[in-house]
């Protein structure tokens, strides 16, 4: 999607180009041209993994390298490193990069998309190997499973202004520069290690996709903001368990030399709910700590999964009609002190999977059948085709 390959005009009704995607990705692996692992809880991310069959991907690298599509990195190359020079896409799967490789990548300054995907974490200066700024038309870049000397992005990142997607994911980076803001056509940021963000998030206009560590996270200082990214479809991790703001400051405490995002004790649906793309959810681990939650009846238009785990001091949640027309999947774990499911929950037709894990003997007893007697909350779930009710 980064590089176009998957086009507006491919898309059908009510489709966005990641469904587009999935929808080809499924009939590949209908014909048995990719192999692909299912995960049946997740809404938006369907795959847990895909991959070739061998003699597959022996045959396809063997074509796209003599058409100069693709090119791997997998072992030393010899003589071979001619071929790097003029590919569009390259894959390193090495453990470090000698002078060699270097100059050769150096050299391919028309490539699409650049993928580092290591072995064993080494720790690396990438600043001594490769200069990122030279690669103008770089629309994907890949930086996993690295350790950055002084946890620091590698320089020249910021120059990428046709750059669609930068993934950082399980890397070591000590903080994201506000440089990062700078890239226009950034629709995908994958910061899953990262500790430190920039407070210039809202200026990324075109993001589409936000992916974060799932812990502790410093905003750097000052505000964060989200107003102005209306194409938000995803955010994962602590931006959403801990703390979403819309031009309001948000509260600070220092430890360990950085400042964290404390738990907020504000309803959050207020805020999330008008992020007209959002599609995934996840509001975990003292996310919120407040007693009441409210989603409004025009809120979430396009949200297809919500999970709720860990939120210690929830009471009540209400669900007004017309909210979250489109959600398919809802997970509520160890909310201990929630006491009932929200009565609008009748209202999404849409809803297809419940799940409910760790809650307290009372809030299930609520939703079961007992010696033909139904539970107070049954009527809610009964027109949920899948339902799964887990003590732990």
């Given amino acids: 999607m980064a590089e176009g390959m998957i086009s507006s005009e491919d898309k059908g009704r009510g489709e966005t ?28 991310n369907r795959f847990k993994s895909c991959r070739l069959h061998d003699l597959i991907r022996d045959l396809s690298l063997s074509k796209e390298k003599k058409r100069r599509f693709l090119e791997v990195m997998d072992r030393e190359m010899g003589r071979e490193e001619s071929s790097i020079c003029k590919t569009n896409r390259l894959a390193i799967h090495l453990k470090r990069l000698d002078n060699d490789h270097s100059y050769s990548i150096g050299e391919n300054k028309n490539i699409r998309s650049l993928l580092f995907l290591p072995k064993n974490r080494p720790l690396i200066n990438l600043d001594s190997c490769i ?55 950034l629709q995908t940021l994958n910061v899953k290690r990262t500790i430190t963000l920039p407070n210039y998030i809202y200026k990324m206009r075109r993001l589409r996709h936000l992916f974060l560590r799932e812990n502790r996270v410093s905003s750097g200082g000052g505000k964060l903001k989200l107003k102005g990214l209306n194409e938000l479809e995803t955010i994962t991790g602590s931006i959403v368990c801990i703390k979403l703001r819309i031009d309001m400051d948000v509260n600070m405490n ?8 404390r738990r907020i004790d504000e309803d959050p649906m207020e805020i999330l709910e008008k992020l007209p793309m959002l599609r995934e959810l996840n509001l ?25 785990e ?54 299930e007893k609520r939703m079961r059948v007992v010696n033909g007697e139904e539970g107070e909350d049954y009527h809610k779930i009964k027109p949920i085709p899948f339902v799964h009710i887990y003590k732990d």
């Fill in 17 to 44: 180009l990641r469904d587009c995607a999935e929808r080809y990705l499924f009939e590949l692996a209908n014909r048995c041209m990719v192999q692909v692992k299912i995960d049946e809880t997740s809404v938006y």
């Fill in 131 to 185: 200069t990122f700024g030279i690669f103008k038309y770089l629309k994907v870049l890949v930086l996993e499973g690295y350790v950055f000397e002084n946890g620091n992005l590698p320089k020249g990142i910021e120059k990428l202004k046709l750059l669609k997607l930068l993934s950082l994911e399980d890397s070591y980076v000590n903080k994201l520069p506000p440089s990062i803001c700078k890239l226009p056509c």
């Fill in 254 to 261: 220092s430890e360990d030399g950085s400042t964290l995002l």
């Fill in 284 to 308: 975990s681990t003292d996310a919120y700590v407040g007693r009441e939650m409210v989603c409004g009846a025009t809120g979430f238009p396009q949200l297809r999964k919500i999970i709720l």
């Fill in 310 to 363: 860990g939120l210690p001091n929830l009471v009540e949640w209400r669900v007004e009609k017309g909210a979250m027309p489109d959600l398919s999947t809802l997970e509520i774990r160890c909310c201990r002190k929630l006491k009932m499911m929200p009565d609008g929950l009748k209202f999404i037709t849409s809803l297809k999977k419940l799940s409910i894990v760790g809650m307290r003997e009372e809030f």
